[in-house]
């Protein structure tokens, strides 16, 4: 079983989670208390939680058609005892894993969908899920386009919640959608448009430090990932830049909405740890330091999601 739990990435499912929960009781909830009188949200809890197992049905899946596909890959860049297709489970019991996982999501959020009016929740699903397929097996190996694809589908853990919050208040009897429509873009679709930003942009520079981790791998499969194409130093220079950008963006934000003790605490939790990985990306040359870097910025996700707390 622990193996298992190793083999669909256990650590960065339970990540996407919190994510989804931190985004309804902290990014939506407020919304409704501060801006539009106390009004209840028309998506139920139980709904809710519901579509965040459908998202983690897809995010399995992903997980795991990746893996399928990645199998020479990581027998280069992986030591053996990471290794678990072919071990633990067979390939074509993932490959039916995949299938199984993928329309299960897909049934779930078509009736969530229905009840909320948002019927198109199923057929977004429908294309994460070949989103996350081309990726895995065409995608992933081309020239920063699948660099780009994972960079999308993880940002949209923050923000299809909240695009399905929309279009269930478009259906909401009452009229309240009309009542809150104002507010909504001011505020909560603004707020979440940059929490999407900052997490396409944080996925993007970890999936193209990922790509230095394995660039052994990559070469020899003939991937074609930027450090491949374009050599170390060339990248380096390109996560400065998305680095610098992530950055300005997170200030220009901070310093244009929030002051005193809100503003301090987000740059300590989210703009220090991004200069500190700067630093230690100027030094890293081996596997083992890509590897560490890889790690701290998943824990910057974390991070991340503090910062939507301290906001509320």
Known sequence: MKNFFNLIRWKSVVLCLIALIVVRFFLIKPFYLNFVGGFVSPVSNLEYFIFCFSILLVAIASILINEYFDQDIDKINRAEKDLYIGKIISQKRVLSLFYILSISAILISYVIGYLNGFLHLGSLMIVFVFMSYFYSLKYKRSFVVGNLVVAILYSMVVFLPVLFEIFALMNAPGGLFKVIILPLKQELLYVTLFFTLLTFLLTLIREIVGDMQDEEGDRECETHSIVVLLGEKKTKNILYI???????????????????????????????????????????????????????????????????????
């Open 242 to 312: 998305l680095s610098s950008i992530f950055i300005a963006v997170t200030l220009y934000f901070l310093v244009t909405c929030y002051t005193n003790i809100s503003l301090i605490i987000c740059v300590l939790i989210v703009c220090v740890p991004m200069l500190f990985f700067l630093r230690e990306l100027k030094n890293a040359k081996s596997i083992q330091d890509y590897g560490f870097l890889s790690e701290f910025l998943r824990m910057m996700f974390v991070s991340g999601l503090f910062m939507i707390i301290n906001i509320y």
